[in-house]
């Protein structure tokens, strides 16, 4: 089993349109990261979000923290072509901190 | 800052060969990821490093693939005997600590045919 839910699994929408994506958890993290990838390059970090109910914005991107810190969303305003790529969430687990990535979401902006 | 170099960036070979994949962190960093991922998947973690030991392996398939980190700084990644399912893209990653964000390199994409 996934220790992150990510859904949905792919999005295909036009430009301008908004769109939410989930991370779901049955665990509390003390903090939840999101990262983007694009095609042929590795994760890059978007935000951290640390306190339950937690909302970070950035530019177009609105990122929330559950009030419980077991789950988390993204939310794209009038998606633009170049937020095409895979939306990662990510969370530190365990005695080590390993990070452990979810399955990704792949959104597909067409102009 | 220069960021995480891996190299090769591709790799072709045959079923049996084996690889080896190198990974040069950003200076200064303690923590070392190595992650494989299937295409339109997350990053699944391989083994991770505190300085030159090992913190956590536990999801390495050892019969095959070996790691290690020679002077807390480079590190090297290899599959002996390569299978067709190990065909994906290896990516290393670093941080400062244990909780810390990661900055990944491109990657090697390593087909096995």
């Known amino acids: 089993t996934q220790l992150l839910e990510q859904s949905p699994q792919f999005l295909s929408i036009q430009e301008g349109e908004n769109l939410t994506v989930y991370c779901n958890s049955s665990?509390?993290?003390?903090?939840l990261q999101w990262y983007r990838q694009e095609p042929g390059e590795g994760p890059v970090l978007l935000v951290t979000?640390?306190?339950?109910?937690e909302v970070k914005k950035l530019k177009r991107l609105t990122f929330q923290f559950g009030d419980a810190r077991k789950d988390s969303s993204l939310h794209i305003t009038a998606a633009q072509p170049g937020d095409t790529g895979l939306y990662l969430c990510?969370?530190?687990?365990?005695?080590?901190?390993?990070?452990?990535f979810g399955q990704g979401t792949t959104l597909q902006v067409k102009p | 800052e220069a960021g995480v170099a891996q190299s090769p960036r591709y790799k072709i070979i045959e079923k049996r060969q084996s690889v080896a994949f190198w990974c040069n962190p950003i200076?200064?960093?303690?923590?070392l990821y190595w992650y494989q991922q299937i295409l339109g998947q997350g990053p699944k973690l391989l083994i991770q490093?505190?300085?030159?030991?090992?913190?956590?392996d536990s999801q390495l398939p050892k019969d095959r693939f070996s790691a290690e980190r020679l002077k807390g700084v480079d590190s090297t990644l290899k599959i002996q005997p390569a299978k067709l399912e190990d065909s994906a893209v290896y990516l290393c990653?670093?941080?400062?600590?244990?909780?810390?964000?990661?900055?990944f390199g491109n990657g090697t994409r390593l087909t096995v045919t």
């Open positions: 979000v640390v306190t339950g109910g």
């Open positions: 665990s509390v993290f003390s903090s």
């Open positions: 990653a670093s941080g400062t600590g244990s909780q810390s964000p990661l900055h």
């Open positions: 200076s200064g960093h303690a923590t």
């Open positions: 990510a969370v530190h687990s365990g005695n080590t901190g390993k990070l452990i």
């Open positions: 490093f505190q300085n030159n030991g090992v913190v956590d």
